[in-house]
């Protein structure tokens, strides 16, 4: 089956800095989803990008589809954002599964 | 705007229990997914459910687990018979459409402790 591996598995950050969040998935996907899950457990919808760059506040993302990567990019960073970030995709072919990587976790500082 | 809903939020049962997991999807949709987050662990797809329907169980343990989406009322996720290794978070997904091409959309999740 597809693979879908996110790098850093950690990252740590004081409040203010920059990040990129990056998601790597070996074969041809219908759509890519990112996720924050917030230290209470709550999953959050950030992105639906199968393709191209989406911008939400703070937030933006880019997928290129062809070199099968996507990558999530966290501008001045808040306390706020702290928890772990997953990238999860569907493979083409009809499959309504989506695949999660194994997450970022991501510790801002005050 | 509600959400997808799930209850109960937690949940705890004693080892040999059922238990009863509900999901209702974001209105407008009319397809369920089920994942289970097991401690220390990413998300991993179990169900995929239409209407009375369901589509994909490939992820669903062979025994003890069983899923519903009757034609009226929520989705059900059933576990008879739990033991400590059920303990985890189950999350409960929707969307409007199947075939890959639409976003799927979670809810808050119900932690199961099985003691």
């Known amino acids: 089956g597809i693979q879908v591996e996110q790098s850093p598995p950690d990252l740590i950050l004081q409040e203010g800095a920059n990040s990129t969040l990056r998601c790597n998935f070996s074969?041809?996907?219908?759509?890519l989803q990112w996720f924050h899950q917030n230290p209470w457990g709550q999953l959050i919808n950030l992105f639906y990008?199968?393709?191209g760059t989406k911008q939400n506040g703070r937030l933006s993302a880019t997928t290129v589809a062809t070199e099968r990567y996507s990558l999530l990019y966290i501008s001045s960073s808040q306390t706020t954002d702290s928890g772990v970030y997953f990238c999860?995709?569907?493979?083409?072919?009809?499959?309504?599964?989506?695949?999660f990587g194994k997450g970022t976790k991501l510790t801002v500082n005050p | 705007n509600a959400g997808v809903m799930q209850n109960p939020r937690h949940l705890v049962r004693r080892r040999g229990q059922e238990a009863r997991l509900r999901c209702s999807p974001m209105?407008?949709?009319?397809?369920v997914y089920w994942y289970r987050q097991l401690p220390e662990e990413g998300l991993k797809f179990m169900v995929y459910?239409?209407?009375?329907?369901?589509?994909?169980e490939s992820g669903m343990p062979k025994e003890r687990f069983s899923a519903e989406f009757p034609k009226e009322g929520p989705s059900i996720l059933r576990i008879q018979q739990v033991v400590r290794g059920d303990s985890a978070a189950y999350f409960c997904?929707?969307?409007?459409?199947?075939?890959?091409?639409?976003?799927?959309?979670f809810g808050p999740g119900t932690r199961l402790t099985v003691t």
């Open positions: 997904a929707s969307s409007r459409r199947g075939t890959g091409a639409y976003e799927q959309y």
């Open positions: 074969d041809s996907v219908n759509n």
């Open positions: 990008i199968p393709s």
């Open positions: 999860a995709v569907l493979t083409q072919g009809g499959s309504e599964k989506l695949v």
């Open positions: 209105k407008g949709h009319s397809h």
């Open positions: 459910l239409q209407k009375e329907n369901i589509i994909d």
